[in-house]
Every structure is written in C-alpha cells, then in structure tokens.
Nanobody, 127 residues
Framework: QVQLQESGGGSVQAGGSLRLICTAS????????MAWFRQAPGKEREGVAS???????NYADSVKGRFTVSRDAAKNNMYLQMNDLKPDDAGTYYC?????????????????????WGQGTQVVVSS
C-alpha cells in the first residue's frame, strides 16, 4: 500500500512558477514509479511527467523545457517544478504511483497503469 499527498498548488499569473510536492508513505513507497497527471474541467486526465525507480524521466511534449520532475528517495518525495506557466497548464494536478520499472516497457502516460493516487492540488494560471 502507498499513500500519496500533494501540496504546493496555488494561483499564479502566466509566466510564473510553482513547485508541487508529492509525499509518499507506506510499505512500498520507495519502490514505485511516480508520476504527475493533471485534469482540467471537461477534459481527460493527462500525463505531465513521470520518474521511475531507475531514474527514467518522461514529459508531455507540452511541458518539455518548462517543467522538471525530480525525486528525493530519502524523503519519499516527488517534485514538479513548473516554470513559465501558461493558462493551459491550469487544472487539478494529481500524484500517482505504480509498479517500479514499468516505464521501461509501458507508456508512462496511461492513468490505468497507476495503482495509487493522491487527492489532487489545484493550479490556477491567469492570463
């Protein structure tokens, strides 16, 4: 079992920055692939970035060069540094965890592959 808790959401103007934090707890918290997904009203949940147990990173094309995902294994934290935010980045951001190593074989941006989810944190970007 893994429990996930997001923090760091908020409201910023376009061009601003935010840093999201996902704290994982539970027996398997250090052995999971972790990812950020987001969902805007009326839209499907989409993958933003992932970081696997082998260090493999993945990003959505829309955030490459602006967002950076990282992980602190000692704290079981995952971070998402979001720079140059755009109104299209707004939505609820979810932390997710799934089987460690899976992104070596599977597409990372499929929500169904992730077993555990946080409650989400809101990001608002005003133009």
């Amino acid at each position: 079992q893994v429990q996930l808790q997001e923090s760091g959401g908020g409201s910023v103007q376009a061009g601003g920055s935010l840093r999201l934090i996902c704290t994982a707890s539970g027996n398997s918290a250090s052995n999971v692939c972790m990812a950020w997904f987001r969902q805007a009203p009326g839209k499907e949940r989409e993958g933003v970035a992932s970081i696997d147990t082998d260090g493999r990173l993945n990003y959505a094309d829309s955030v490459k060069g602006r967002f950076t995902v990282s992980r602190d294994a000692a704290k079981n934290n995952m971070y998402l540094q979001m720079n140059d935010l755009k109104p299209d980045d707004a939505g609820t951001y979810y932390c997710a965890a799934g089987p460690g190593g899976m992104t070596q074989w599977l597409s990372w941006n499929r929500p169904g592959l992730f077993n555990y989810w946080g409650q989400g944190t809101q990001v608002v970007v005003s133009s």
